[in-house]
């Protein structure tokens, strides 16, 4: 057993930084869809507030990259995000980052959609069903509150675009 797994590791990927984005204000985790009708028609959508932090996070992605694709279709993305929210009153004596425990800003899973659903939207990839390696780290802080957004492509993949 202990072999199998020690197996599986070497067969893991190594990453290499492909972009770094920081997007400034509370980091907002996706709202449920909603449902309408248009034209006699079945409608869904996102409520204002999700669509607004995705084109923030888009607006934020392009001016980094240009609007380039980093990933093409099929190749694996692995994404980081740090979520920085406002500590609270009652935390605020005790100094430093400390990791955010409730839901006043919603679920950790539903900023890391909202941050992809982002990506997406600035076409930095084919869809984000790319993005096989996910993490997300939600801390509240004395700083101002952001989303630090690290993006990562198989060393391989590197290797392969850096000689053509």
């Known amino acids: 057993m202990a072999n199998d ?16 984005i920081t997007i400034p204000g509370i980091p907002i985790a996706k709202g449920r869809h909603r449902c309408g ?12 507030k999700t669509a607004t932090y995705e084109r923030s996070v888009a607006w934020h992605t392009v001016a980094k990259t240009r609007g380039k694709q980093i990933a093409p279709k099929g190749v694996p993305v692995r994404v980081d995000v ?5 500590k609270p009153k009652r935390l605020q004596h005790i100094k430093g980052n400390l990791p ?3 839901k006043q800003y919603g679920d950790a899973d539903n900023h890391l959609k909202a941050v992809l659903d982002g990506l997406t939207l600035a076409g930095i990839w084919f869809d984000d069903g790319q993005a096989s390696c996910l993490r997300i780290e939600p801390l509240y802080s004395d700083e101002r509150p952001r989303s630090e957004v690290s993006v990562f492509l198989p ?5 392969t675009t850096d000689t053509k």
């Open 37 to 48: 009708c248009k034209n006699n028609r079945v409608v869904t959508y996102s409520d204002a």
């Open 82 to 86: 740090l979520a920085y929210y406002p």
């Open 155 to 159: 060393n391989t993949m590197i290797e």
């Open 100 to 102: 955010k425990c409730n």
């Open 5 to 20: 797994i020690h197996k599986h590791a070497k067969q893991m990927p190594t990453w290499v930084d492909a972009l770094k």
